[in-house]
């Protein structure tokens, strides 16, 4: 079984993205940064309703359970997906005794 974390709308070319496991903490956070060439020259402002951040920072706490080394981050088509391995829960038994 996997849990399964996506971002829509974070773009494939976001560099270096970072994460951290800390006591079972999957901390996740990237820098946008917009590069101008010398051939680009920018005149004009444009704004948009919903920007993409600058700057993205999250915190998910982790189950007890879960295999934090073998954790799974890609970054395709716009959206960020991670995967975080976690064991299949073990069939509990259950005995009912005569005690009424």
């Given at each position: 079984?996997?849990?399964?974390?996506?971002?829509?709308?974070?773009?494939?070319?976001?560099?270096?993205?970072?994460k951290v496991?800390?006591?079972?903490?999957?901390?996740?956070?990237?820098?946008?940064?917009?590069?101008?060439?010398?051939?680009?020259?920018?005149?004009?402002?444009?704004?948009?309703?919903?920007?993409?951040?600058?700057?993205?920072?999250?915190?998910?706490?982790?189950?007890?359970?879960?295999?934090?080394?073998?954790?799974?981050?890609?970054?395709?088509?716009?959206?960020?997906?991670?995967?975080?391995?976690?064991?299949?829960?073990?069939?509990?038994?259950?005995?009912?005794?005569?005690?009424?």
């Open positions: 079984m996997a849990i399964a974390v996506t971002f829509p709308g974070f773009l494939d070319y976001v560099p270096g993205c970072k496991i800390v006591e079972n903490l999957l901390v996740i956070q990237s820098k946008r940064k917009h590069e101008v060439g010398e051939e680009e020259v920018c005149n004009y402002i444009k704004h948009e309703r919903r920007p993409a951040p600058q700057n993205f920072f999250r915190k998910f706490r982790l189950p007890e359970n879960c295999n934090s080394s073998a954790i799974i981050a890609k970054c395709e088509n716009g959206i960020f997906k991670v995967a975080v391995e976690k064991p299949c829960p073990k069939e509990e038994t259950l005995t009912f005794g005569d005690s009424f």
